[in-house]
């Protein structure tokens, strides 16, 4: 009973700070350029940023096989957030990092606000999941687990896992790899970008759960176009 109590008061904690994560920031003016941000991705700047699309594909679909996320339809403010991370060196990446230092500010909204007015184009999964493994995710994802003391991933990034703006990213129709890698780099403290809720929740995860919620986050399909931000 007590123990309940204790995993009762967590999710509750947990839900209060998501609820305020989640608040709408400040609206900007004027709005960033969508031409601006895709000659940004196509192109890259004269700063020497490099283009995206040369790692996260033509229409921001990413690449599976070397892990690289889909960018289409996430929420920009949360890629923004994602760049400035990189150019400080709070989230570490030896590709990223020079990349995101030689935007300027309004360059990295801009060109995030491109990859979200994209739609979500359909995925061709990696290797086929098991039913066990994609029931496991299911389970973690929309109801979590009382014994592990872990709370539904949805209750933070939303119904069906289409992440919540400005804040929560998206977990649907990404990459099981790029995925499987983030939270293994949280688990492990090697990313620390976030507040210590994903690091706590990284921490009670076993491989094969890691491995379930990506399976799982993988075969949602968001494959519909997203309103233009």
């Not at 700063?47 to 096989?65: F, L, R, T, V």
């Not at 973690?140 to 896992?161: E, I, V, Y």
């Amino acid at each position: 009973m007590k123990k309940e109590k204790v995993f009762i008061l967590s999710v509750l904690s947990l839900l209060s700070f998501c609820w305020v994560m989640a608040q709408p920031a400040d609206k900007l003016a004027p709005a960033p350029s969508l031409q601006e941000g895709a000659a940004i991705a196509s192109q890259g700047t004269k700063a020497g940023a490099a283009a995206c699309n040369g790692c996260h594909g033509p229409k921001g679909e990413g690449m599976a096989a070397s892990s690289f996320p889909r960018l289409a339809g996430e929420p920009a403010y949360y890629m923004t957030s994602q760049l400035k991370d990189y150019a400080s060196g709070v989230r570490e990446n030896a590709v990223m990092g020079p990349i995101a230092k030689a935007l300027t500010d309004a360059e990295k909204e801009t060109v995030s606000a491109y990859f979200a007015s994209l739609p979500v184009p359909p995925l061709k999964p990696a290797k086929k999941a098991t039913k066990a493994e994609l029931k496991r995710g299911e389970t973690l994802a929309t109801t979590g687990d009382m014994k592990l003391f872990l709370q539904a991933c949805n209750n933070c990034h939303g119904p069906g896992s289409r992440g919540v703006a400005p804040t929560m990213p998206g977990l649907a129709a990404q990459h099981p790899g790029y995925l499987a890698q983030q939270i293994a780099a949280w688990k492990t403290g090697t990313r620390k970008n976030s507040p210590e809720q994903m690091a706590e929740i990284a921490k009670k995860l076993s491989d094969k759960d890691i491995q379930a919620l990506a399976a799982y986050f993988e075969s949602i399909s968001l494959s519909v176009p997203n309103k233009k931000k």
